[in-house]
């Protein structure tokens, strides 16, 4: 394994084998419930990873599939498993079809539920520095850095894409551990001139080859969240070769990925836990 990698596959499988542990002296078993509406293939494999490793990790899990449903008939359904004192922590897979009210059906969700973090409450309570449960890949990032000792106080950290799931809330928490933080976007002019000068460089944006090599700088941390599929092979926002001048990166597949879903699976021992 190449020494400059950020390896998220193994720092999960670290976390996952201290969880289960955990998870095994519990006296009660622990539920997630997913949430899902409409054919999304991308979505489907992404419930089925989160499946997959709640039974590995010991939890129970429950999936409400609905191939189509109303806003208010959806609210309804995520009120019951809030009553439901058997289910744990509660998400709602996203993306949501176009036709649903995407705030109002995730802000029904209990915050203490909220294992996904995206409830208003929990957002502002992240701003303010008063979180406990995170939104998973940003905290999968944060775990990421924590592991690999990477300084942060005073460093330039650039993040490029302002998403609520993933730039907004890193924007805050690296904020919090005292980063001088920069959040690009797709109105940003002059990208590379930000990017450039990153002391730790996020990537959050969704669009392959949008970070080429030149625009890094030499001796930085790249942490690439972007995920594209062409061709039935998955690439990040960072090219490949921007390894060679950074001093850490993380590798897509096997970087943030793996993060986020381990990051999901602890925030369910947390709510459960309290
Ligand atoms: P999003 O579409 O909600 O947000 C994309 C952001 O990128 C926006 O803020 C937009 O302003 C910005 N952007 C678009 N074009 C840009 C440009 N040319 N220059 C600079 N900024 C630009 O996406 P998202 O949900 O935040 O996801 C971003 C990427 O991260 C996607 O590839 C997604 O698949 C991936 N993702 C990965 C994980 C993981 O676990 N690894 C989790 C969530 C998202």
Redesign the pocket.
């Known amino acids: 394994m190449n020494s400059k990698i950020i390896d998220g596959k193994k720092i999960s499988l670290e976390r996952k084998e201290l969880l289960k542990e955990k998870v095994a002296k519990l006296k009660k078993k622990l539920t997630l419930a997913v949430v899902s509406v409409g054919d999304n293939p991308?979505s489907r494999v992404y419930v089925g990873q989160k499946e997959k490793m709640a039974y590995e990790v010991g939890y129970n899990f429950k999936n409400l599939h609905f191939d189509t449903i109303s806003t208010d008939d959806l609210i309804k359904e995520i009120k019951k498993l809030n009553d439901d004192d058997s289910v744990t922590g509660i998400i709602v897979q996203?993306p949501l079809p176009e036709n649903l009210d995407k705030d109002r059906i995730l802000n029904t969700v209990l915050p203490n539920k909220d294992v996904d973090g995206l409830t208003n409450i929990n957002l502002l309570k992240l701003v303010k520095n008063e979180s406990s449960l995170l939104p998973?890949?940003p905290k999968?990032v944060m775990t990421l850095i924590d592991s690999y000792n990477i300084d942060l106080i005073g460093k330039k950290v650039v993040i490029?894409?302002?998403?609520?799931?993933?730039?907004?809330p890193l924007f805050h928490l690296l904020l919090h551990r005292n980063a001088t933080v920069t959040l690009?976007?797709?109105?940003?002019k002059d990208?590379k001139s930000y990017t450039k000068d990153a002391d730790i460089l996020i990537?959050?944006?969704?669009?392959k080859g949008?970070i080429s090599k030149d625009m890094v700088k030499d001796g930085s941390i790249i942490i690439d969240?972007?995920?594209?599929r062409v061709d039935g092979k998955l690439y990040?926002?960072v090219d490949a070769d921007a390894i060679d001048k950074s001093l850490l990166m993380t590798p897509?597949p096997g970087?943030?990925?793996?993060?986020?879903?381990i990051s999901l699976m602890e925030n369910v021992y947390e709510t459960g836990t309290k």
């Open positions: 991308a996203l998973c890949t999968g490029v894409g302002r998403s609520e799931l993933v730039g907004l690009c976007h797709s109105k940003t990208l990537v959050a944006v969704g669009k949008l969240v972007g995920i594209n990040g926002d897509v970087g943030v990925g793996p993060m986020t879903v």
